[in-house]
């Protein structure tokens, strides 16, 4: 049933034109992969996959913050992929308490998140924390697992000299 409603609620968003479901969370629905990604196109981005359920995740999380305050160059783009449906609120409360809440953010919002997931990575199960690297020329890299930092500086750095 609350499935049902939170794809009420997304279709409804969708259909007045806003995007948002709490404050600055998009709904990550079929198709949304795709808008993303065009919607960068030819720049650098980070997408970080993540969920409030994911400890990992959330130890992780200021990680993310201090990684923005040393690059400017840091495109980075949060998707909470819970497969339990976290609800908005919270995970809005938890970005905004990370200091991440000014980020571009969304939300799985369809209840068939295998689908979603095999838009974003045919081959990804659903492991958390996954992070994409998506260069300017369209090359993905995909990370499972926490960030290592210095990687992550020396892609950007790469990036950088590539543009």
């Known amino acids: 049933m609350k499935t049902k409603i939170l ?11 806003s995007a948002a479901i709490a404050a600055d969370l998009h709904p990550f629905v079929r198709g949304s992969w795709k808008t993303l990604r065009q919607a960068h196109a030819g720049k650098p981005i980070v997408v970080h996959f993540w969920g409030l359920t994911c400890g990992p995740c959330l130890a992780e999380l200021p990680n993310w913050t201090a990684a923005l305050k040393k690059r400017a160059d840091l495109k980075l783009i949060l998707v909470d992929a819970s ?12 970005l905004k ?3 991440l809440d000014s ?3 969304w939300l799985f919002a369809d209840s068939f998140e295998e689908r979603l997931r095999f838009e974003i990575d045919p081959r990804w199960r659903g492991e958390m924390p996954y992070t994409l690297l998506i260069g300017r020329d369209g090359k993905v890299t995909g990370m499972t697992g926490i960030m290592d930092f210095k990687k992550l500086d020396a892609w ?3 990036q950088k000299k590539a543009s």
């Open 7 to 17: 794809a009420g609620v997304v279709t409804l968003l969708m259909l007045s034109g």
């Open 83 to 94: 497969p339990f449906g976290d609800e908005p609120g919270e995970v809005t409360a938890a």
């Open 97 to 99: 308490k990370a200091g």
């Open 103 to 105: 980020q571009e953010n």
């Open 156 to 158: 950007l750095d790469r």
